[in-house]
């Protein structure tokens, strides 16, 4: 593809010539993004210190506008959910011959283990959704269903990785950076990654699966809680008033100018202090954004706050369409955190795993997408719903229904932002034990969002270590044209 | 497209300048330099189909013998002095759509045509990238302004400015001076005391004076140390799932702390991280420094093991090519490298140095040795081993001697359950380390003694471990027949009877699988015996059972307890305490009883208080043989291609390394010495620059090359070519060989030059000014981005410049040096990030939390927010500079944090202490602590007007309020900012 010009050169060209690189005091602001190396997104004013997360165009018309991930943390087993497997009926307990690997190895034998719930039509389409999620088969019309995915890793650890940030091993940035790097923030009151976690903890390596890894931190994601403090730091020390704050924040303006008008020719002064003016305007408006008191109860019953059982992730889902209303570009739920059966990682009891997990999130995110749908917000908005692998068809131990991580084949789906409802694509054999027809590489997911976003997966790119660095990796990778 | 914005003036007008690189006019006669105005365009828009992997119709303009030469077209891509004859202009300059080049995307502009034109015209010399071509001695330039320059450093930097009709910044003033090169070269701002004996003393040798100081100062290997740990990607844990410790990596940063502090030359420190274990003199620092290769992360639960072996291969090579030699060799991991000259075979062939390297491992006794400053701590440490083993030997025979008691006298009491079918029965009691069975025939035995009760009893030993018995005596065998023997044993252990083996289990095991033998035998007395060993560790047993006619299931090991109820195996030991605790009291009295429970609780004690060897975290190698090493097709370990041996890298001269054969008793291979020996010479081509380069980045905020880990094609060229060769070979001569590759030398040279002296103020800052010309040599319209250093570039101080600061101004910092990572207090809210909150962090005092910023624990997964907020190093890939952003998160942690609102009560506490009850002394000494200067009338007065808004408006305390002006002065521009 064609790269865009900077002053009739390359942005790379230009930086090779004028020799800059790592930021200068009056540099930083473009560079700090860059990095050494110019990519295929500009920065427009050189000389000017610059907010990163300055909105920027795409390169092409965007489908969507904003992200939801919905990360099933764990693994939900797809033939439980949305993969219906008819074949496997009546043969639980059955020993086959089937190549798997997940924690416990490679097997080449298991015991079955027939999908515990029944499945059911749903739709214009006719999907068959499994009892878990009654209140989400009724959306399946707007949905599009990845039934071949694919992953490099079984193992918790390096898949988180994989499913974040396109690479098993740590150190690169994550989808919603690279969103971000790419597009910028339209809300700067607001960060623009924004990640929701599970009460029970976070996902396994923590951190790194909101890292920006060797982009700037501008790009990293923001832990965002509906209890307490909605940003970590955001409220003002006990005993200290927002008058006291604004106090102080007056008499910092006044020495902090009186020290830049002697070097006024240092465009970072100013911008450090006009981050404390957007660091107040954040304490104002963050809590406002998580404040429900607004949202009618019917609305706040979409989303199952009133039950006990849903009100948590009811929250969250709430909270992100929210977010959505106030342009935070990507925003990331976790259904799940911690270890074992705190998340869909099911290898004890299956039923009860999976019973707990889908009871507590069905109607939230079935209430997510009527409620984005009837605010006309589905169409900008993209959902993506998935863990970081499936779970096997065989039984991991000689006993019991628990099911052994699976990358060979998985679902996924997204809904919204330009995806097409109501299809399903790529297959898993009979059993669901592997991808069979056009499998689907988790960066064909990653590629697809890019896209969705009016992003070139295969030309978002950034200089580090040497290389042009991609989500997608250096090969070329197509968005998946099947649900566009 | 709609990217072409308007350029900016003052941009453009510094672009000529650095583009003419010297020759502002730009005329058609300047030569034009091939790598770096033609090498790029053709790497960018050639190379895809003529260049290192592919060459369509023969051509590869990456090779000039191919460009240079007629094809089978007959054609010649590149004919010097011979434009209109150049395939290549005719191609690129094509009309016909077909023809043109490159087939795709745009056509190459006319600027570029024209420099392709220019460069053929003027004889299309071929030069080779300057980073490969050895350093130059340059001789410093004459200069007009010669009083300006105080030492070499400054006449090339001089030469420069005067060529662009630049003129160098005034000196900056002395506080301002101070306060700079102490953050350089400390990482902690002056203390007041400095900063008053600097500005008061006013002989010519002041400045120098404070240097010498701040070199001697071990701050400077904590600033210095903390640089090198972010090119070496220096991580405390591992990464992934469990994120687990690197046990002892602390010793690594400990020994680089300690190397720029002793100013250990360069080539050793690169020959000690390399391979200080195949240094003859390496010692425990030798061994210590090759944790190098052990700090980068790794999965302890790979989803495919060969791809995560080549993975941290990849690791090591990319950090060791990055940080040492500024290449990025990594990117020919998988195809020859699109740009630099680096093959794939030369990626294998480094690799092939570190094939022999075992993978990490946690814990592995593979990546740990123990390590002894020298042959008398060696010796102290064995002798302290001798000693604790003593101790332990002492309380254990104590324990035995009491429990041998009571079993005596509990059988006085009680009834055995079967008479003893053995008689004459001796043991004899050996002490040693074994893993099998050993002829303790020829054995001195330690002890020995009769066992009147007549049953095999392994209770006698006064050890736990490494002991072994040998029981004989008479087996009392009451019929004609074949008997059944079986011997459960922990560990080996052999029953002999008439002199023929009928049991041998033998071996480290456990209990639980008695083996069994059998033979016949007549009635009467025949000779038994049963040899024992215990190892090291773990459990002790032996149970000897027999049956045959008139004899049913009957021990002829002790019944331990004596008449009781005969349990086996691992109950047995417990029944034993059972027992003895129920019945201790009685039978033994309560002296004798409340003695050893003491005793049991003493040895337990000593056992858990091992004496330990220090330990490193190193490089262990598989043997003197490592296997052999191959290309790797596409990076596909499963996709073998030739086989490679140790060669160094070809665009730096290349050839295949010379290695002596080790000797087939040697524990690793040799390999990486002679890499270590490579780079570390003299006559490297990149070594002394890479390192002089990061020297001057960090006393200048970028460096001479402003990409410090790519010399390549695609990194930055240097703004001062000659200057960064006269500073690599200074490096390397010294001024003499005693002070060659001495960093601090270079240190010196550089902060004591004019060039480091500079202020940082723009000399005519026109504010409010329409004019954008440069007619009147305005060095912030002709080099705005500072390009040729005609002053000293603001810098905002690193993340852990932010955290010390601030504990030093508040006269919190803890001085204390070395040791395991310490875990400053991180907030639940923070931690609820992790998969298990709070795992892996742990609690360390007050004192300990107020250390410098260096020794907080660095955990991959979870970083102390206010080092994450400054941009801290990821830690995970070679950081060769770090980001400068600014953002509201910052603000946030600086106003409403725990730690800044903690460190602002304490920095109140101190001006109350230190300045008396006054507040204007208190606002006046919070500045000259926080800025080191004098506070202007205005700032002093905002500061008391802030305190006294917050005393009547908010109605706060004078402590509180003091405190919030405390927190407003360490959130100062100018508090995180060096002029």
């Given at each position: 593809m064609s790269i865009p010009n900077f002053c009739g050169r390359t942005r790379r060209e230009f930086l090779w010539q004028a020799g800059a690189g790592f930021a200068g005091t009056a540099l930083s602001g473009m560079l700090q993004r860059d990095a050494i190396r110019a990519s295929n997104v500009l920065a427009s004013d050189i000389v000017a210190h610059q907010n990163p997360l300055t909105a920027k165009e795409p390169h092409f018309a965007p489908k969507a506008k904003n992200v939801i991930f919905l990360f099933m943390y764990g693994g939900p087993s797809h033939i439980d959910t949305f993969d219906y497997k008819p074949a496997m009926k009546g043969r639980d307990n059955q020993t086959i011959d089937v190549k798997t690997f997940g924690r416990g190895g490679h097997k080449n034998q298991g015991r079955i283990v027939e999908p515990r719930w029944n499945f059911h039509q749903y739709g214009q389409c006719g999907k068959w959704v499994s009892d878990l999620f009654p209140h989400l088969a009724t959306c399946v019309d707007d949905i599009a269903f990845l039934h071949s995915m694919t992953a490099d890793s079984p193992i918790h650890g390096s898949a988180m990785l994989m499913m974040n940030s396109g690479k098993i091993t740590s150190g690169s940035p994550c989808l919603g950076s690279w969103v971000n790097y790419g597009l910028g923030s339209v809300n700067e009151n607001l960060p623009g990654f924004v990640v929701m976690l599970d009460p029970s903890g976070g996902p396994i390596s923590g951190a790194k699966n909101w890292s920006s890894g060797y982009m700037p931190a501008t790009f990293q994601g923001t832990i965002l809680r509906s209890k307490g403090a909605p940003i970590i730091d955001l409220n003002t020390p006990e005993g200290t008033t927002r008058a006291m704050q604004r106090e102080l924040l007056d008499a910092l303006n006044d020495v902090n100018s009186a020290h830049a008008s002697t070097r006024s020719d240092n465009s970072e002064l100013a911008a450090r202090i006009n981050s404390y003016e957007l660091a107040f305007k954040m304490q104002q408006h963050a809590p406002e954004a998580v404040d429900f008191s607004q949202e009618t109860a019917e609305t706040q019953k979409l989303y199952g706050l009133d039950q006990p059982r849903t009100q948590d992730f009811g929250k969250r889902c709430l909270l992100a369409r929210r977010l959505v209303e106030r342009g935070v570009r990507f925003i990331q739920l976790y259904s799940g955190g911690n270890h074992n059966d705190a998340n869909w990682d099911a290898h004890g009891d299956l039923e009860k795993n999976h019973n707990f997990h889908a009871g507590n999130t069905d109607q939230p995110i079935a209430g997510l997408l009527k409620d984005l749908k009837q605010r006309g917000l589905l169409k900008d908005t993209l959902v993506v719903w998935g863990g970081e692998f499936g779970r096997q068809p065989t039984a991991e131990y000689a006993m019991g229904t628990g099911r052994d991580h699976n990358a060979y084949g998985f679902t996924m789906w997204m809904a919204g932002g330009g995806i097409k409802g109501g299809v399903s694509v790529g297959t898993t054999d009979e059993l669901g034990s592997a991808a069979v027809d056009s499998p689907f590489h988790v960066k064909r997911l990653h590629a697809t969002i890019l896209n969705q976003m009016g992003l070139n997966p295969n030309g978002l790119s950034y200089y580090h270590g040497g290389l042009d660095q991609k989500l997608v990796g250096v090969e070329h990778v197509e968005p998946i044209g099947e649900i566009i | 497209m709609n990217r072409v914005r308007k350029p900016h003036l003052q941009l453009l007008l510094g672009f000529l300048i650095f583009w003419g690189a010297g020759n502002v006019s730009g005329q058609s006669s300047d030569p034009i330099d091939f790598g770096r105005q033609i090498q790029p365009i053709l790497a960018k828009r050639c190379f895809a189909c003529h260049g290192p992997d592919k060459a369509e119709g023969g051509l590869r303009l990456n090779q000039k013998e191919s460009a240079l030469s007629k094809q089978q077209s007959g054609r010649q891509a590149v004919v010097p002095q011979h434009a209109e004859q150049s395939e290549l202009l005719r191609r690129v300059t094509s009309g016909d759509d077909g023809e043109r080049m490159p087939p795709e995307g745009p056509p190459l502009t006319s600027a570029q045509i024209e420099m392709l034109r220019r460069w053929i015209e003027q004889g299309a010399e071929w030069k080779e990238h300057w980073a490969f071509l050895p350093p130059k001695a340059f001789a410093p330039p004459v200069v007009?302004?010669?009083?300006?320059?105080?030492?070499?450093i400054d006449a090339f930097i001089l030469h420069k400015l005067e060529q662009a009709g630049l003129t160098p910044a005034v000196p900056a003033d002395k506080t301002s001076l101070l306060r700079r090169v102490t953050f350089d070269l400390t990482g902690l701002p002056p203390t007041q005391k400095e900063v008053e004996s600097f500005v008061a003393d006013d002989s010519p040798g002041a400045y120098e004076k404070v240097v010498d100081r701040l070199l001697q100062s071990h701050h400077y290997g904590e600033q210095w140390a903390r640089h090198w740990l972010d090119v070496v990607r220096y991580a405390d844990t591992n990464s992934f799932e469990r994120d687990g410790p690197k046990p002892n990596a602390w010793r690594y940063r400990d020994y680089v702390i300690r190397a720029f502090n002793s100013d250990k030359p360069y080539d050793r420190f690169v020959r000690e991280q390399l391979a200080g274990d195949e240094l003859p003199d390496g010692g425990s620092d030798g061994l210590i420094a090759t944790g190098f290769y052990r700090l980068g992360q790794w999965d302890d639960e790979p989803a495919d093991r060969l791809l995560a072996l080549y993975d941290g291969f990849d690791d090591i090579i990319t950090t060791t090519a990055q940080g040492f030699l500024g290449l990025t060799v990594n990117c020919a991991r998988c195809h020859d490298h699109k740009i630099d000259p680096i093959s794939q075979q030369d990626y294998y062939s480094l690799l092939a140095f570190f094939q022999g390297v075992t993978p990490n491992g946690n814990p592995n006794p593979n990546t740990e040795r123990p390590i002894f400053e020298d042959e008398s701590a060696r010796q102290a440490y064995l002798a302290a081993v001798k000693v604790h083993q003593e101790r332990m030997d002492n309380v254990q025979a104590s324990i035995s001697a009491i429990e041998k008691d009571f079993r005596e006298r509990l059988d006085t009491q009680e009834t055995p359950i079967h008479p003893a079918d053995l008689d004459e029965l001796e043991y004899r009691f050996y002490r040693d380390t074994w893993q099998k069975l050993p002829d303790f025939d020829n054995l001195k035995p330690e002890t020995k003694g009769k066992l009147e009760k007549g049953f095999i009893d392994i209770s006698l030993a006064t050890r736990d471990f490494s002991f072994g018995f040998v029981f004989t005596g008479v087996l009392k065998v009451p019929a004609d027949g074949e008997y059944t023997f079986s011997v459960d044993s922990d560990d080996g252990s052999r029953l002999t009877i008439q002199g023929q083996e009928v049991v041998l289990y033998d071996g480290i095991h456990g209990t639980g699988q008695p083996h069994v033998g059998k033979i016949s035998l007549r009635k009467g007395r025949v000779p038994i015996r049963v040899d024992y060993f215990q190892g090291p560790t773990g459990a002790k047993d032996l149970i000897v059972k027999w049956s045959g006619p008139e004899v049913e299931q009957r021990l002829l090991s002790v019944p331990f307890e004596s008449g009781l109820r005969v349990s086996e195996g691992k109950n047995r030991k417990k029944d034993f305490k059972n027992l003895i605790a129920s019945k201790g009291t009685a039978i033994l009295g309560a002296e004798v009883y409340g003695r050893y429970t003491k005793l049991l609780q003493q040895l337990d004690e000593l056992k858990h208080d091992k004496v330990q060897a220090p330990s490193a975290l190193c490089v262990t190698e598989t043997g003197p043989n490592p296997p052999e090493t191959v290309v790797l097709k596409r990076g596909n370990p499963q996709s073998h291609g030739d086989v490679v041996v140790p060669a160094f890298l070809s665009p730096l001269g290349g050839g295949v390394a010379n290695i002596p054969k080790p000797d087939q008793s040697a524990t690793t291979s040799g390999r990486r010495l002679a890499l270590a020996n490579w780079i570390a010479s003299p006559s490297n081509r990149l070594t002394a620059r890479v390192i002089v380069n990061r020297l001057w980045q960090h006393h200048f905020g970028r460096g001479i090359v402003r990409s410090p880990n790519n010399f390549g094609l695609l990194g930055d060229r240097p703004t001062h070519p000659e200057l960064l060769d006269w500073l690599a070979i200074e490096l390397m001569q010294g001024s003499n060989p005693g002070d060659a590759w001495s960093m601090k030398r270079m240190h010196k040279l550089i902060v004591m030059s004019s060039t480091y002296r500079m202020s940082s103020r723009a000399p005519k800052l026109r504010l409010n000014s329409t004019k954008a010309t440069s007619n009147d040599n305005d060095p912030l319209s002709i080099d705005p981005l500072n390009q040729l250093f005609w002053r000293h570039d603001m810098r905002r101080l690193g993340a852990e410049e932010v955290r010390d600061s601030v504990l030093a101004v508040s006269g919190q910092l803890n001085s204390k040096m070395y040791g395991p990572g310490v875990y400053p207090k991180i907030s639940d809210e923070v931690k609820a990030g992790q998969s298990n909150p709070g795992s892996g962090w742990g609690n360390s005092s007050v004192e300990e939390q107020s250390r410098r910023s260096v020794y907080v624990h660095v955990k991959r997964s979870l970083v102390l927010p206010i080092l994450s907020d400054f941009d801290v190093a990821d830690s995970d890939t070679s950081c060769a500079a770090r980001f400068t952003t600014t953002q509201p998160t910052q603000a946030l942690g600086m106003l409403n944090g725990e730690f800044l609102n903690e460190q602002a009560v304490q920095f109140a506490k101190r001006l109350r202490k230190e300045a008396g009850g006054d507040v204007t002394q208190q606002v006046s000494l919070a500045y000259r602590l926080a800025l080191n200067r004098e506070p202007d009338e205005a700032m002093l007065r905002r500061g008391l007007l802030l305190i006294e808004a917050m005393r009547t408006k908010h109605d706060l305390s004078a402590e509180k309020a003091l405190e919030k002006f405390c927190l407003m002065t360490l959130n100062l521009n100018e508090f995180v900012y060096l002029d």
């Open positions: - | 007009k302004n010669a009083a300006w320059v105080t030492n070499p």
